[in-house]
């Protein structure tokens, strides 16, 4: 009998999950608000794509100008990591449907009693609130019996929050507020009950609204791993000290545009479609930045204030490009394909 390797029996092949298709959210973009977004964005698109490295004396030199010592920023992000004003939204759930179950899925949103859940949104104590509670005490879809409209929900979108350790984050958000405390068991009860119609993927995570302003995974890039040992002593032969130190020098700004392409196929697990999209409970980025100065410069921005959202939408997954009459790419959006009106 041959001696050698153990023979086991090997692990069963994951099942594949399915495909991530759509998303529940609040879209953040209306008429009134889009104007003050995209200012906004392209402001902090200036800011922060390119490192500021002036030293403290240049600085200095500026004069009593505030505006050119607060936007000294110590870290940058990659330009395609900023989102699109157009995709701006706060996702309420994340779904895998077929054909049928979209349609079942678009059938409910059409139902649910907006004005009637708004004011029972309207009698929660924010702190106490539920997803249980907020919508599952009344059936919550339309009736001739409804009560008139409740006033619109208006919300100011501030200031910049990590996801992670901002020493370590791949997520930057702003977080919506609306002063009459509505928004957040609103916003439960509705993905409550698309949660009790099973179109929603599960996720125990508890509700964060959260507008993403900057998400690495879009950079589509990985910080280069130094070569391994005997690689190393490979390359200083053969091509010196200096071209060794050259490739291990290479900033976190040129990685992330993908140099190290080969390898990320090797070694990052596949996404699914809607991770890649940065969505679902599994979503990560490899490409890490430092954002403790970028949060600090943006603790109080203001992104947009005072305006009414309009709707709530399923969208599908993958933001798609907009293009002019030349070709260039001038916007990019995600698709709705349905919709339900909010008071206004």
């Known amino acids: 009998m041959a001696r050698g390797k153990k023979q086991g029996r090997g692990k069963p092949p994951a099942q594949k999950k399915p495909p991530l298709t759509h998303f529940l959210c609040l879209p953040l973009v209306t008429r009134d608000s889009k104007p003050q977004l995209q200012a906004s964005v392209e402001k902090f698109r200036g800011i922060v794509t390119t490192k500021n490295e002036q030293t403290a004396s240049q600085v200095g030199k500026a004069g009593d100008d505030d505006n050119s010592k607060s936007e000294t920023i110590t870290s940058s992000v990659h ?41 029972h949104a309207a009698s929660q104590e924010h702190e106490q609130v539920t997803a249980t509670d907020a919508a599952a005490s009344e059936p919550l879809v339309n009736s001739t019996n409804s009560p008139p409209n409740t006033t619109p929900l208006r ?6 929050v990590s996801m992670h350790a901002p020493q370590k984050t791949s997520i930057l958000y702003s977080a919506p507020v609306d002063q009459t405390g509505r928004l957040y068991p609103f916003c439960l009860a509705v993905q409550e009950k698309f949660k009790e119609s099973d179109f929603l993927v599960k996720d125990d995570r508890k509700l964060k609204l959260h507008a993403t302003i900057v998400n690495t995974i879009y950079a589509k890039g990985r910080k ?95 933001a798609k490009k907009i293009t002019n009459d030349e070709g260039r790419v001038v916007a990019e959006e995600y698709t709705e394909v349905a919709s339900v009106q909010l008071p206004t």
Do not use: Y
Not at 92 to 118: C, T
Not at 288 to 303: N, Q
């Open 79 to 119: 330009p395609k990591a900023i989102r699109p004003v157009g995709a701006l939204h706060c996702t309420l759930g994340v779904m895998s449907l077929d054909q049928n179950k979209l349609e079942e899925a678009k059938e409910l949103l059409r139902h649910l009693d907006i004005p009637l859940m708004l004011q």
């Open 155 to 160: 919300i100011d979108l501030r200031g910049l």
């Open 224 to 318: 280069q791993r130094p070569p391994p040992q005997w690689k190393m002593k490979q390359q200083t032969t053969s091509s010196g000290q200096g071209a060794l130190g050259s490739r291990m020098g290479d900033s976190a700004e040129k990685a992330a545009v993908g140099d190290d392409k080969a390898e990320e196929q090797k070694t990052a697990k596949k996404p699914q479609q809607g991770e890649v999209e940065g969505h679902g409970p599994n979503a990560n980025a490899p490409l890490k930045i430092d954002a403790t100065s970028i949060l600090e410069r943006f603790k109080d921005f203001v992104w947009a204030e005072d305006f009414v959202l309009d709707r709530i939408a399923i969208c599908e997954m993958g």
